[in-house]
C-alpha cells in the first residue's frame, strides 16, 4: 500500500534484503529492522525508499562490513542519524578488524582497507 509511512520488521528472522525488497513503498518513512539475523543486503535495497528518514538496524549482528561504506553514509544522511543516534546502526561481525564495531562509527572509506586484504575474501558483503 503506497500510504504506509512506517513499517516495523523487527525480529522477523531476516537474513537478506535485495533490490526489491522494498519496492512500492515510496512513502515509508521509518524503518525498523532490529534484531534481524541480515548476512545480504545489496546495495539497492534501500533506492524505493526516497522518504526515508528513520532506519533503526539495532540488534542487527550478522553483517559482514565490507563494501557497506553505502550504508554507512546512508544512515549517517537520514533525518534520524546514525551520527546522533549510533545505537540504531548494525554492528560489524566481521571482517576480524572490525568485529562488534558499530558500522556507523568509521571515518575512512572503503572500510576493509583498513585492514588486510584476505581479512574480506569470501565474505557476503
Known amino acids: 500500500d503506497p500510504a504506509i509511512t512506517t513499517l516495523l520488521l523487527n525480529d ?12 512500492g513503498l515510496a512513502s ?9 539475523p541480515l548476512q545480504s543486503i545489496a546495495s539497492t535495497a534501500f533506492a524505493p525508499l526516497t522518504l526515508l528518514q528513520t532506519l533503526d ?20 544522511g537520514l533525518g534520524t542519524s546514525w551520527t546522533s ?3 540504531m546502526s548494525p554492528v560489524c561481525a566481521g571482517p576480524v578488524g572490525l568485529v ?3 558500522l556507523s562509527s568509521y571515518q575512512r572509506t572503503p572500510i576493509c582497507r583498513l585492514f588486510p586484504q584476505d581479512t574480506c575474501g ?4
Do not use: K, Q, Y
Open 85 to 87: 543516534a549510533p545505537a
Open 57 to 76: 538496524m539495532s540488534g542487527v549482528t550478522t553483517l559482514h562490513c565490507c563494501d557497506l561504506e553505502w550504508l554507512r553514509a546512508l544512515g549517517r
Open 12 to 23: 522477523n528472522a531476516i537474513t537478506t534484503l535485495t533490490s526489491t525488497s522494498f519496492t
Open 28 to 36: 515509508l518513512t521509518t524503518l525498523h529492522l532490529n534484531n534481524n
Open 100 to 102: 562488534g564495531r558499530v
Open 122 to 125: 569470501g565474505l557476503p558483503s
